[in-house]
């Protein structure tokens, strides 16, 4: 049983089109973290959200962290197909950043 | 410097082979870690380092070595690998064990044959 579960898994949308991804988990945290990372790249990291209830805005991205601090989306606007990638979210339990399964997003043009 | 640097970005080895993986950042992160990765799942953490100490190891077989000589650098030593091992293995950094964000490195691409 993943600690972190993400959903959906993959994602093949048009360009402009918008998406949600979710990160849930039954456990409480001090924080989340999104990652987006490219094929033959590291993990980038793209937010962490902290307080709960927190919305936070990456140009076209927004992320949320729920108000019981246990689960997070990401909302793509107009996706482009700059934004295809695995995005991950992230969590520390113990000081272990532990990843969830990870959401493959396609967005063709 | 905001970089993570790895190398090599891409090694064969053979079974009976002995190598190393480097990693290295200059951003003064006084702790490192090493990840695995298999294709299309999330990275597993295998190694923490916090102020130059082991400080978990995630019952990773010991055919996988690490050592942090200074708290710049972090290497993972390998010896008789199996094919199974093959994998993308990354290198991060963060300000301190339990921060958040970490940076991390573009991994080694490594094949066992």
């Known amino acids: 049983t993943q600690l972190l579960e993400q959903s959906p898994q993959f994602l093949s949308i048009q360009e402009g089109e918008n998406l949600t991804v979710y990160c849930n988990s039954s456990?409480?945290?001090?924080?989340l973290q999104w990652y987006r990372q490219e094929p033959g790249e590291g993990p980038v990291l793209l937010v962490t959200?902290?307080?709960?209830?927190e919305v936070k805005k990456l140009k076209r991205l927004t992320f949320q962290f729920g108000d019981a601090r246990k689960d997070s989306s990401l909302h793509i606007t107009a996706a482009q197909p700059g934004d295809t990638g695995l995005y991950l979210c992230?969590?520390?339990?113990?000081?272990?950043?532990?990843f969830g399964a990870g959401t493959i997003l396609r967005v063709k043009s | 410097d905001t970089e993570v640097t790895q190398t090599p970005k891409h090694l064969v080895m053979g079974m009976t082979n002995k190598k190393s993986l480097k990693c290295e950042q200059h951003?003064?992160?006084?702790?490192m870690y090493w990840y695995k990765q298999k294709a299309k799942k999330p990275p597993e953490l295998m190694f923490v380092?916090?102020?130059?100490?082991?400080?978990i190891n995630e019952s990773v077989p010991s055919r996988f070595s690490p050592e942090c000589p200074n708290s710049s650098l972090l290497n993972l030593h390998l010896h008789a690998l199996q094919p199974e091992d093959s994998a993308l293995y990354l290198c991060?950094?963060?300000?301190?064990?339990?921060?958040?964000?970490?940076?991390f490195g573009s991994g080694t691409r490594l094949t066992v044959v």
């Open positions: 991060a950094s963060s300000q301190d064990w339990g921060a958040q964000g970490y940076t």
């Open positions: 951003m003064g992160h006084r702790a």
């Open positions: 959200v902290v307080t709960g209830g």
């Open positions: 992230a969590g520390a339990p113990g000081n272990k950043l532990v």
């Open positions: 380092y916090s102020y130059e100490k082991l400080s």
């Open positions: 456990s409480v945290f001090s924080s």
